[in-house]
């Protein structure tokens, strides 16, 4: 489990778009399990096992809650689902309870989850996460991450950016920090949380919120 940080501007969601395919790479190489992926479009890189969540979530709100998590089967394309629907409401039971409601009636931390729902759905061998803790509950926030290393405990790879870096920091392996497009820092995470330069920058008050 791997965070990218940084200031906002930084290019974290650049880069996640441009791995998923969404924003075309300028140059340089991609590689998905020794497949190169830069070029290829993003519903043929979901079919190789890579899911985007995305920022602000994203949901189809005119459709159920189970109709958005069957959308996500359509990467599966052939592939066993690694993540059959009990275990999607294992992880969020709430939406057990909601699996009839329309996708745009429920609050932000619900549609976090159907978001992250609907991607498991597509059985993701990398699983990239686009600032997961926007405008959630302190409570939810923990609910979603309890979750994420529940998935990586289980051998789920995840990539994800975070904009409260001391909480992507103390729930990562490993670590990036870019600024203006390029990585500055990097580094085991339990590393860069104690990293002065990390810390001044990165771990202040903006972090906190």
């Excluded at 052939?78 to 629907?85: E, I, W």
Aim: charged share 15%.
């Amino acid at each position: 489990m791997v965070a990218l940080i940084g200031p906002n501007g930084a290019g974290k969601s650049t880069l996640l778009n441009c791995i998923s395919g969404v924003v075309a790479a300028s140059s340089g190489s991609i590689a998905l399990q020794g497949h190169e992926i830069a070029g290829v479009s993003p519903w043929n890189i979901s079919r190789l096992g890579l899911q985007q969540v995305p920022e602000g979530r994203q949901v189809w709100p005119e459709m159920t809650v189970m109709e958005n998590l069957q959308l996500g089967t359509t990467a599966l394309r052939g592939r066993n689902a690694s993540y059959p629907l009990e275990r999607i409401f294992d992880l969020f039971p709430i939406l057990v309870q909601r699996k009839d409601q329309l996708a745009g009636s429920l609050s932000g931390g619900q549609q976090q989850m159907l978001a992250i729902g609907r991607a498991l759905m597509g059985s993701p061998r990398l699983l990239l996460l686009d600032e997961p803790s926007l405008g959630l509950a302190p409570l939810v926030v923990k609910q979603v991450f309890d979750a994420l290393s529940a998935l990586n405990k289980d051998g789920l790879t995840i990539l994800l950016v975070e904009q409260n870096s001391k909480l992507a920091l103390s729930t990562t392996h490993r670590a990036y920090v870019i600024e203006q497009g390029r990585i500055v820092h990097e580094g085991l995470s339990s590393q860069l949380q104690d990293d002065p330069q990390v810390i001044a920058h990165y771990l202040g008050h903006a972090a906190d919120r």
